[in-house]
């Protein structure tokens, strides 16, 4: 080619050039779009574009094509060719001056444009891309920037007292007492105030939680931010501390991460200390409760007796009477006995009649006799039939019969029964809710002591590596599924 044209499609090319767009300089489809609309008009020009696509995109069908548009410019100007000792076919020459204004927008100094192109190629794969690049990216991370998170652990139960050490067997046996671990539901309980607001703000206090997990002397990632608010607070306590429970021995364990293992320890311990406070204060705070009722509830009793005898013994001294019934019976067979004299003394009377006159002095005695005999009878009579507590309450009218008084006195000594009853049951039961309150007494025992860790337990870099990558990976593959699909059916 002479030095005219080449000059000459050297200005049309950095024309062309010039009137593209940011980015379509590198984009191969672009090119090929364009070489589809100049190859008629300007041949030259589409071959030294189809050179530039090949650069970007390398294949067998570009070559090919080079080949056949040569061939055409062949036939048409064979002026316009000369043979090249690179390619062993028809090209155009360019300066490598304007090769190099081609790829200004990659800096590469120290490599050459071959060089470059193909290491740019290797990294535009799609699995170099996708996969390899993020996960060395995040590999540097796990392994030089990561800061170092250490973990202590202490282990605890949770026991009750054993009450057949402390009362009689058969009352042991009786209450169904039985010393041992605590349910599952204490250790879930326990479990729940670990990870609550509340051992939080206990921490928060103590130990400066915050300041801690927030020092910009760890990495950006691992530390808590600086202005997080109460809710991200607790979320990155509970991803920093772990409670697990062995449900066989309903052992459970706590363990508190922190970037320096002297923290971690103290962390551990103020948990331990705080969680058996709650253990020991929920324990102590329902049997008082539940002491406090039964008592209550036994005092009520109390006053309901104290009440039944007092009214009992108000009513024997209000009528002078022991036992109204035991009274009855002695005015009775006093009666009986009376109405059996007065027979006596009328048959005496009779006889002494049938011998003497009305004015002898022993049918007088006799009449006298059976006078005071029937008017005691009555007088015996109106106490059975009418008892009065004295003259002042005769005078008043208050008097009951017999009847009245034996039913009043029955009712008050049935209430006193009952109440004697209700006594004898509310002194039973208050004893089964002092054993009862002793049972939910419950203690936290520490199995292992919180410990000082010696190595960093965080980033585990392997794992976490290993389980990247294969996310990663899984996700490029099924990314690569979809598009396959998508192609397909196109």
């Known amino acids: 080619m002479t030095q005219s044209s080449q000059h000459s499609l050297e200005n049309e090319l950095a024309e062309f050039k010039a009137s593209l767009e940011k980015g379509q300089w590198m984009d191969a489809e672009f090119l ?13 020009l589409a071959i030294r574009l189809l050179q530039r696509v090949r650069n970007l995109k390398p294949s067998d069908a570009i070559n090919q094509r080079i080949t056949l548009l040569n061939r055409q410019l062949r036939a048409k100007k064979p002026e316009l060719m000369q043979s090249s000792s690179s390619e062993n076919e028809p090209v155009i020459k360019s300066t490598r001056s304007m090769e190099s204004n081609n790829t200004s927008q990659i800096p590469e100094p120290q490599f050459s444009v071959k060089q470059w192109q193909y290491w740019r190629r290797w990294l535009m794969r799609p699995f170099i891309a996708c996969v390899i690049i993020p996960f060395l990216l995040f590999a540097l991370y796990q392994i030089i920037w990561a800061s170092s998170r250490y973990e202590s652990h202490a282990q605890m139960i949770i026991q009750q007292p054993n009450g057949m050490t402390t009362l009689e067997p058969k009352l042991a ?46 990495d950006i990632f691992s530390r808590l931010s600086s202005s997080a608010s109460l809710e991200k607070k607790l979320e990155y ?27 971690a320890q103290q962390l551990t311990i103020a948990i331990t200390e705080h969680a058996e406070q709650y253990i020991n204060k929920i324990g102590h705070d329902l049997a008082k409760a539940q002491l406090a009722f039964a008592q209550h509830e036994h005092d009520l009793v109390m006053n309901k007796l104290q ?8 009513f024997q001294q209000q009528y002078n009477l022991l ?16 109405e059996s004299q007065i027979a006596a003394k009328k048959s005496e009377l ?4 049938s011998s003497m006159s009305e004015t002898a002095p022993m049918v007088m005695q006799t009449k006298e006799q059976l006078q005071s005999l029937q008017e005691q009878l009555e007088h015996e009579r109106q106490r059975l039939t009418r008892l ?103």
């Open 32 to 44: 090929l779009t364009k070489i589809e609309d100049i190859k008629e008009s300007n041949l030259p």
């Open 173 to 218: 046996l009786l209450s169904g007492f039985a010393g041992g671990m605590s349910s599952g539901s204490d250790t879930q309980l326990l479990q729940a105030f670990i990870y609550s607001n509340d051992m939080l703000e206990f921490l928060e206090q103590k130990l400066e939680l915050s300041q801690h997990y927030a020092s910009k002397d760890h």
């Open 237 to 263: 306590f509970q991803k920093h501390v772990l409670v697990e429970i062995d449900d066989q021995s309903s052992v459970f364990t706590v363990k508190a991460q922190g970037f320096e293992p002297e923290f």
């Open 307 to 314: 009440q039944a005898k007092s009214a009992l013994l108000s």
């Open 323 to 338: 036992d109204p019934e035991a009274e009855g019976m002695a005015l009775q067979q006093i009666a009986y006995g009376i």
């Open 350 to 353: 009779r006889t002494l009649r």
């Open 388 to 490: 009065s507590k004295s003259s002042d309450i005769e005078n008043k009218g208050q008097g009951l019969g017999v009847n009245e008084i034996i039913a009043k006195f029955g009712e008050y000594k049935m209430n006193l029964e009952f109440a004697i009853e209700a006594y004898a049951s509310s002194q039973v039961s208050l004893e089964k809710s002092r054993i009862e309150a002793y049972r939910q007494l419950k203690y936290l025992v520490v199995v292992e002591a919180p410990t000082l860790p010696e190595e960093a337990k965080y980033p585990r870099v392997g794992y976490n590596c290993m389980l990247f990558f294969v996310l990663i990976s899984m996700v490029f593959g099924i990314g690569k599924i979809i598009l396959a699909t998508i192609e397909e059916l196109k």
